[in-house]
Nanobody
Framework: QKKLVESGGGLVQPGDSLRLSCAAS????????VAWFRQAPGKEREGVSC????????DYADSVKGRFTISKDNAKNTVYLQIDDLKPEDTAVYYC?????????????????????WGQGTLVTVSS
């Protein structure tokens, strides 16, 4: 069974950094792009970053450029999202998703309802 498991969320203070992990089980990321989305209470799901696993090509939403970094570890079949200088508005459930067709942030965002595999999410709360 193909599955994604996110981890690394928690309660942090403004200005802190956090690294989220998205691990695949039951399949390899090799033929997929992997995206991170977030959903804050009462708001729509927002795509923040994605990576084309085959060559590591990253893409970011304009709103997070400069603070978010996506990366991968081939040996661990895992994608990471490093978030620096966390702000209260970053508070959300962060989800990862994998898809075999779309690989840009724009296309993965516009087709998010149809992406192949989703994780269960990890909560990030930024508060002093």
């Amino acid at each position: 069974q193909k599955k994604l498991v996110e981890s690394g969320g928690g309660l942090v203070q403004p200005g802190d950094s956090l690294r989220l992990s998205c691990a695949a089980s039951g399949f390899s990321f090799d033929d997929y792009a992997v995206a991170w989305f977030r959903q804050a209470p009462g708001k729509e799901r927002e795509g923040v970053s994605c990576i084309r696993y085959s060559d590591g090509w990253p893409d970011y939403a304009d709103s997070v450029k400069g603070r978010f970094t996506i990366s991968k570890d081939n040996a661990k079949n895992t994608v990471y999202l490093q978030i620096d200088d966390l702000k209260p508005e970053d508070t959300a459930v962060y989800y990862c998703a994998a898809d075999g067709t779309y690989y840009t942030m724009a296309t993965m965002s516009s087709h998010y309802r149809y992406l192949d595999i989703w994780g269960q999410g990890t909560l990030v709360t930024v508060s002093s």
